[in-house]
């Protein structure tokens, strides 16, 4: 019979890192209110929960590595905005910080969550952060949840 690991969905007992972009702080900080919701609803206490706010999307990826290094958190939510301009800029941006969250994961060994907006316009970054399509930051908290547990029943 196969052995199947499934992650609780629980922040009891349970640290987590979360990194913010202040840049586009207004999708910003509602991204952070829905992980910081979703954490708490899921047992997580503020007091195991550190904040490190960056100045730009682009700063995530490093502090998350240095968070994963740490070994001080179950968990790295990453959270921002990036949204596209009349340059490419976006595309840059977006794909430097893309790689580097899964990088982070992959060379820390801990779950590290890519949060992070990305939109053409400042109304669909909106709309991910907790108006129509939910909010990113409280799915990306979530599954932050989900992975610390797998990673623990996985040791």
Excluded at 12 to 40: H, K, Q, W, Y
Excluded at 62 to 75: H, I, S, T
Excluded at 116 to 132: F, H, S, W
């Amino acid at each position: 019979m196969s052995k199947v690991l499934e992650g609780k969905i629980t922040g009891e007992g349970r640290t987590f890192g979360i990194v913010v972009s202040r840049f586009n702080e207004f999708v910003s900080l509602r991204l952070l209110e829905g992980a910081m919701d979703c954490l708490r609803r899921h047992g997580a206490n503020d007091d195991d929960v550190t904040i490190v706010w960056v100045p730009g999307a682009f700063d995530i990826p490093a502090v998350a590595k240095r968070m994963g290094d740490a070994g001080k958190y179950d968990a790295v939510v990453c959270l921002g905005a990036v949204i596209r301009g009349a340059t490419p800029h976006f595309d840059y941006v977006a794909a430097e910080v893309a790689k580097g969250v899964a990088n982070a994961a992959t060379h820390t060994g801990v779950p590290t969550v890519f949060g992070i907006v990305t939109a053409d316009n400042l109304e669909q970054a909106i709309e991910r952060a907790g108006a129509k399509a939910g909010n990113r930051g409280w799915d990306a908290a979530r599954a932050a949840m989900e992975l610390a547990d797998v990673y623990a029943r996985m040791e």
